[in-house]
């Protein structure tokens, strides 16, 4: 009897010590898949649905519902002026600017041409109904004027819509003592919204433009005019992201050529006193003293 209760006793210790070690590799397993789970929860992003085009869309297309798909996009990430659904709020709390506007029928035509999968930003097209032409690049308060250009004032005809450009102005000053011409830069950094009559910005072939349209402030506008009706304006192609300040630059034909303007040194006349007498039918000037 006793040999038979310790075989029990054996029996529930070995079942006991199984259960025990079958509890730990469970629990072992579990805390793993935890810890698993927990790392691809921390690798995990908060994300939003944006809008990118399904094929490509070429300048001044209307933008429609069928052009369009949602894909995820992580917030962190966001490109400034993305289109998103929902329209995210921005700083003060209000919706954003929705891509198709609700109980609209208005399109947005596309200002510059866009690959499949190229997200949808609020600079590549314009307000919904309007065209894709050059009142639609201009900021507010700024307007277009047009320059004339050729083949060595233009650049050559590498410009392209949205480039920078300085603006230098060649011609004569009245009553300046200089040998000839002059060049200076009168403005810096003007944007350009049109070439021709095209601001499309996607040019294949490089074109010699006859005309550039420029976006100025209206005092630049008057500042332009008068210098391309006294003068010959010449363009310089500004580098992308350039911001250097070049500060005022002109050149005369003597700094161009080295020439040192001569002083001219005015040499006194002594004074002169004379009087005139007339003998018969002479008249006779006669030097005398001079007194203050």
């Not at 006793?2 to 509890?23: D, E, Q, S, T």
């Not at 698993?36 to 300048?59: N, P």
């Not at 949602?70 to 998103?84: A, K, N, R």
């Not at 303007?261 to 006349?269: F, L, P």
């Amino acid at each position: 009897m006793r040999m038979v209760f310790g075989l029990v006793l054996i029996a529930g210790l070995a079942l006991a010590g199984f259960a025990v070690y079958m509890a730990k590799g469970f629990i072992s397993t579990s805390q793993a898949e935890t810890a698993k789970l927990q790392a691809i929860a921390d690798g995990m992003v908060d994300t939003v649905q944006v809008f990118v085009v399904k094929r490509k869309i070429k300048y001044g297309e209307r933008l429609t519902k069928d052009d369009v798909k949602l894909v995820m996009w992580p917030v962190d990430s966001l490109p400034e002026g993305i289109y998103t659904h929902p329209p995210a709020e921005i700083e003060d709390g209000k919706p954003g600017i929705s891509l198709f506007p609700k109980d609209s029928d208005k399109l947005r035509s596309v200002l510059r041409t866009m690959e499949v999968g190229e997200p949808v930003l609020t600079l590549k097209v314009t307000d919904p109904g309007k065209d894709a032409g050059i009142t639609s690049r201009l900021t507010a308060g700024m307007r277009a004027f047009a320059i004339k250009v050729d083949v060595s004032s233009g650049v050559s005809g590498f410009l392209r819509p949205g480039d920078q450009v300085d603006v230098f102005w060649t011609g004569s000053t009245p009553g300046r003592d200089t040998n000839g011409n002059i060049t200076k830069l009168i403005e810096t950094a003007v944007r350009l919204v049109a070439i021709d009559q095209s601001a499309n910005d996607d040019i294949g072939n490089t074109k010699v433009a006859r005309t550039v349209t420029v976006e100025a402030t209206p005092q630049q506008v008057a500042a332009l005019a008068q210098a391309q009706g006294s003068g010959r304006l010449s363009l310089a192609l500004v580098g992308t992201g350039d911001v250097a300040d070049v500060g005022p630059i002109e050149v005369d034909q003597n700094q161009l050529l080295g020439i040192e303007a001569r002083e001219v040194v005015r040499v006194e006349q002594q004074e002169a006193c004379t009087i005139k007498t007339r003998r018969g039918a002479e008249v006779v000037v006669i030097d005398i003293p001079c007194t203050n």
